[in-house]
């Protein structure tokens, strides 16, 4: 039996999406970012999220509490696959599971950061696929397949326009 892939990139580059569901792991998405629904272990505190877009935080300490946070709510253990899941944006009627659902093979994590963000180091997305990778799952992180033990702090996404050429085959 092969490794499940998750896949996280942005709302912006829907080439680098999965072919599966989009969840959101952003803690005050806009309407459009909400996707099938969100991930609870995956999302920052929401007033750390404003002192670092306020300048009042720098990213290590933002990036150390996001990290503590993961691990209070359970760390690596919970984000097995078959154990990380997300609760519903729209809960289905009469659903035997309640509102929430295990993610699956081919889903898509997303936040709002866009890549330069990320190649930063500035994004919870980047951190986020690091602790997936050690919970079990394959992860393509803005088009680049993470390694186990990888160093992500000089992440470098795909470029969008080249990953929508190879998926058209023009490269």
């Known amino acids: 039996m092969s490794t499940p892939t998750l896949y996280l990139s942005n709302w912006a ?3 680098l999406w999965g072919p599966g569901r989009q969840w959101t792991i952003m803690i005050a998405p806009r309407h459009w970012e909400r996707g099938y629904g969100w991930i609870p272990t995956l999302r920052p505190g929401l007033e ?10 720098d990213f290590d300490v933002y990036r150390d509490k996001f990290l503590a946070s993961v691990k209070l709510r359970g760390g690596i253990p919970v984000l097995a696959p078959g ?6 944006e729209v809960p289905e009627p009469q659903s035997a599971g309640g509102d929430f659902r295990l993610l699956q093979d081919g889903d898509t994590l997303l936040c709002g950061c866009g890549q330069r963000a990320a190649a930063q180091g500035h994004c919870h997305r980047v951190w986020s696929a690091a602790l997936l990778v050690e919970a079990g799952w394959t992860v393509v992180l803005d088009g680049v ?3 186990d033990g990888q160093d992500l702090s000089a992440h470098r996404p795909v470029p969008v326009v080249e990953q929508v050429a190879k998926q058209l085959r023009l490269v």
Do not use: E, F, I, Q
């Open 83 to 88: 154990k990380l899941g997300g609760v519903l």
């Open 13 to 15: 580059n829907a080439p």
């Open 48 to 57: 750390d999220l404003r002192a670092v877009r306020s300048r009042l935080m």
């Open 145 to 147: 397949t993470v390694l």
